[in-house]
């Protein structure tokens, strides 16, 4: 396929039958997986679905990640980012710090009560994703999915 300045080439070929429905089906699952997911930890532990990963991404993290590190973690902006970890440091959950690296960036950490309420929502979670996802893939080998996700999702 040839692209330039962002924009499809007009001589790439149209989308095929296959394609177009596959194109649909993973829209489909791009919006409601994460909408259902959102539903099921809202009601158990009053979790946005990215309020999860950013708690998860930060356990990974124990002296805490930049800003824009954990935007690239999680696949948000930095904007939106920062919109998450404001609202996690409203609730106790997450704290800001001047980065200990260089000091002009600023870290978000996990704090216990943060530590806590990800232990309580990762039965949630882990139940949520089974029922939703991978119980859907029983018998599928999984690792042709995670290398496909994986390319789709770089940038």
Same mark, same amino acid.
């Given at each position: ?13 149209? *989308? ?5 429905? *596959? ?32 708690? *998860?991404?930060? @356990? ?21 980012? @920062?919109?998450?970890? @404001? ?69």
């Amino acid at each position: 396929m040839k692209y330039f300045d962002g924009m499809v080439d007009a001589h790439v070929p149209p *989308l095929t039958a296959q394609e177009e429905q *596959l194109l649909r089906a993973l829209a489909r699952a791009v919006v409601r997986v994460p909408r259902a997911f959102e539903q099921d930890l809202g009601r158990a532990v009053g979790l946005r679905t990215t309020e999860y990963f950013t708690l *998860l991404h930060l @356990t990974e993290a124990p002296d805490g990640l930049r800003m824009g590190e954990l935007a690239v973690e999680s696949g948000l902006s930095l904007a939106g980012v @920062t919109r998450v970890v @404001t609202a996690l440091e409203r609730r106790g959950l997450v704290v800001r710090r001047p980065s200990t690296a260089d000091g002009r960036g600023s870290e978000a950490v996990l704090t216990d009560p943060g530590r806590a309420l990800l232990a309580e929502a990762r039965p949630a979670q882990v139940a949520s994703a089974r029922r939703r996802v991978l119980d859907r893939l029983d018998g599928i080998d999984l690792q042709p999915c995670l290398d496909l996700l994986t390319r789709i999702g770089r940038d």
